[in-house]
């Protein structure tokens, strides 16, 4: 087999190289702007060219057995869309991140971005304009939603049809490297969301080509992706090809796999066992440090407990459970998988163990769920108040501030930065923006938009939500679901982001609040009442207490068991006492919505900051 890449390699003196894998097919010809060259068939299904004059911005598509023609699977440009030519990219770029090797996972602040409606124009380049707010805010972790080639200029992005390609409208591959680069500059690191479990049902001609597919499993999406039948190899080689195209060619660092519940695959080594081994070795090759994070509902902490103790060994998964407890005890809801949480000792197990469900029934499944993650250290969860999935896929996309009263944006800011797990925030969350994030597509197939249509409708069902969801197909949609960085300027929302940026201070100089330690940690909940309180320390002496009020009422911790002595506010909302006393054990009353974050003093005075 060739030790070539998938799609078309360009030398760089006009000759590129073009491999696809199309076992389906008995010839394939190369159509290039002005000529057609026959490929030449190789072992596995594979096909080969080479090209003389057909240097960067070449189109090109293919012809399969004389009669389908087809863009590369593997295009790492569609300048036409989808349905288009693919485009010859030049590998050279004028990368100026040479001093960049990435950062620790315990260091990552995660800001989660929709480019599209990130910015006004939104494309690459505009939201790299607004990467300096970010990184004096406190962030250290762009995570950008997919940017795979969909169909339109409107998609979440989780529609892509085309992985290799970032999306033309938002400024194509050089576009997608100018703000890789733009982010390394001022010390942020990238990570790309990414979706291996299934292609979009518009424009994926994969089947055409090659036996991308198995009748094995089922998704949502239709058929599965072929992991472990007839085949299954060079599918497994053409996502873990995709993976080190981001990663190597285009810098990003780290992956966040979408949906893994949804990936079968019963081979002796997993896909994504594989995945990550691959991204994990180039990072050793490339002397930088890369994350691979997945998304999943299982609970299963086999996905990132390293090898040798039978995990996957991934870096981190976002932990779903955190999100739902949090939710839900502020809100109020139950209805859907918010019907398994709501109480404050659902919060509390999250706080301790980054899962609630380790092995207990749930009611919303009907069935025993997740297993309890030993041995798995704290920096290998992520987690949120707010995220794209969470605020999108409400029948009205309302983000938290149309939920709850806005006291108790500080109660989640204070919950999620403060937490001993990585944070993620959802773009304008910093800020409290109440534009909301809503389902949103731009298709062009009628029965299609159709189809879609109905399928939000039912997905609500479970929720109880009644009425009309907006059109994801209408334009207005989209729109309305753009931030609003003008909301910055006013009263309530510039006291949230400097919120934000106390609280992101404080995770990152105090060191008992660095230290993501789940060993280290102590909660406390109270009696029938929405308030708790978590104690956090290091092996140093250094120590700190996180505490919230959940509800509208007073509420009261009446044995904190914490060191003696004196402990003092730092950081806080609606006035908690400005000090603590302890011989062994504290009570402290907190009003409705207000937090408070103490440092102990031992010996020292420390000067308020809240």
Known sequence: MTGARLGATCSGDGRTEFLVWASKAEQVELLLDDRQIAMQPLPRGYFRAVADDAGPGTRYRYRLDADLVRPDPASRHQPEGVHGPSAVVDPDFPWSDQHWHGLPLRDHVIYELHVGTYTDSGTFDSAAKRLDELAELGITAVEVMPVAEFPGARNWGYDGVLPFAAQSTYGGPDGFRRFVDACHARDLSVILDVVYNHFGPEGAYHADFAHYFTDRYGTPWGPALNFDDAWSDEVRRYFIENASYWLDDCHVDGLRLDAVHAIFDRSALHILDELGRAAHDLAERRNRRIAVIAESDLNDPRLIRPHELGGYGLDAQWSDDFHHALHALLTGER????????????????????????????????????????????????????????????????????????????????????????????????????????????????????????????????FGWVGEPPDPQDTATFEQSRLDHGRKDEERHTALLDRYRRLLALRRDVPALASLDRERLEVTTGHAQPVLAWHRWTTDGDRALVAVNAGDQMATLERLRVPDGRWRLVEGSRDPPPTLSSDGTAALTLGPWATAVYRYERDRVLESVG
């Open 335 to 462: 209805a859907g998988y918010y019907a398994d949480f709501g109480g404050v000792r659902h919060l509390a197990a999250a706080l301790n163990d980054g899962f609630v469900f380790t092995g207990q029934r749930s009611v919303h499944r009907g069935r025993r769920h997740g297993a309890a993650p030993t041995s798995v250290p704290a920096e290998r969860f992520v987690v949120c108040a707010q995220n794209h999935d969470q605020v999108g896929n409400r029948r009205d996309g309302e983000r938290l501030p149309a939920l709850v009263p806005w006291d108790a944006l500080a109660v989640a800011a204070t919950c999620v930065v403060l937490s001993p797990f990585v944070p993620l925030l959802f773009m304008g969350e910093e800020y409290g923006e109440t534009n909301p994030f809503q389902y949103f597509v731009s298709h062009t197939d009628a029965d299609l938009i159709e189809a879609v249509r109905a399928g939000r409708k039912e997905e609500f069902a479970a």
